[in-house]
């Protein structure tokens, strides 16, 4: 089946941003309720349909499938207001110091989202880990974890705006 275990932290200032290149994602929620979502994503010229069920604060199944733009662009309408507007930034994971390229995962990659809008001012860092117990070193950027805090799940942010708190 497959998984997503994936940490999530706040971000305590930009010196992360000189590593990577943002693109524009939008999306929303088909439905959204405590242990289950979908959702429509955009993220430049591709688009996706994602199906989550939540196993725990960090570990969910997830089933995503590649949509056509026109299609996730019309689907978006559909979704609950407000839609989820973000530029996110992807760079490798690189562990401060790692003494050699196989103490270092390559398959691992930050994901940092700065929300615009209704969200606008929050910045969040996400990566996906291998297993549960994965022990991360993390860079000087990264701030308190909140992967097990409901309310900075993006379909909450999508009911509960980070501006509204």
């Known amino acids: 089946m497959p998984?997503?275990?994936?940490?999530?932290f706040l971000v305590k200032n930009n010196?992360?941003?000189?590593?990577a290149t943002g693109i524009l994602f939008?999306?929303?929620?088909?439905?959204?309720e405590e242990n289950k979502v979908a959702r429509i994503r955009i993220a430049g010229p591709q688009a996706w349909l994602t199906i989550?069920?939540?196993i725990s604060a960090i570990k969910r199944l997830e089933f995503e499938y590649?949509?056509?733009?026109?299609?996730?662009?019309?689907?978006?309408?559909?979704?609950?207001?407000?839609?989820?507007?973000?530029?996110?930034y992807t760079f490798p994971y690189a562990p401060p110091h790692s003494s050699s390229a196989t103490t270092t995962p390559q398959h691992l990659y930050w994901e940092v989202d700065e929300f615009h809008a209704e969200n606008k001012g929050l910045i969040i860092a996400e990566?996906?880990?291998p297993h549960e117990n994965y022990t991360l070193q993390l860079p000087s950027w990264i701030g308190t974890e909140v992967s097990e805090d409901p309310r900075y799940l993006n379909a909450n942010l999508a009911k509960h705006p980070y501006t509204k708190w």
């Open 3 to 8: 998984y997503e275990i994936e940490k999530k």
């Open 15 to 19: 010196t992360w941003k000189t590593k």
């Open 127 to 129: 990566i996906e880990i």
């Open 26 to 32: 939008q999306q929303g929620y088909l439905f959204a």
């Open 52 to 54: 989550k069920s939540k």
């Open 66 to 88: 590649p949509i056509p733009l026109t299609d996730a662009q019309a689907m978006l309408q559909l979704c609950k207001k407000p839609i989820i507007s973000k530029h996110r």
